[in-house]
């Protein structure tokens, strides 16, 4: 199945967009059913590979960092996506009368200002996915557009539920998690240039 869209989020610099969608943090805040999303090291793509369970115990409770546009940026930069990075997520979504809690490692493929790429395959206990999945950010009059896209094969008992009840349900998660971006990150006040800068700053930096 494939999927694109184009999302704009007002009100803010295409800096500060890339920063905020290159935090775990945030990623993990805004994205609806995700349980943890954290950085893996020595695995492969193989979910089989992690103890998710040891993952979702240490995840829970854990007091997070804040986030853009209150955290500092080089906070943020040293925890953001690295390319070649692979982290671990816990993602439940309701598909349909199916609930299915999706054990995911993703890994960054590409990363380069201001596009970014990943994939990412997980399984629960009746279904399975491979995704590729990619976005790149341009500025606009009234803050940035969002370009996304993803290919993904689903398998197991929500892929016998047809494209026709998935993609709803795709949008809907999209759609929420944008929109949740944005209410946080659109925050910045017009007139705080000295923040903006900094953010310039660390982007530029890599």
Known sequence: MEFSDTFEIEGVTTEEAWLALSDPVLI?????????????????????????????EEADGEEKPPTLPEADPDDVAARAF????????????QVGSVNPSFETIVTITKREFPEMHASAEGGSSSSSFELDSGMILSETDDGVEVDWWAETDVFGKVARMGQRVMNPVANQVVNRFFSDVEDRISEVDDESSSFRERVRDVVSRG
């Open 28 to 56: 993990e805040e805004c994205l609806p059913g995700c349980q943890f999303l954290v950085r893996v090291e020595d695995v492969g793509e193989d979910p089989d590979e992690v103890d998710f369970d040891a993952l979702a």
């Open 82 to 93: 690295e390319e070649s990075g692979r982290y671990a997520t816990l993602v439940g979504i």
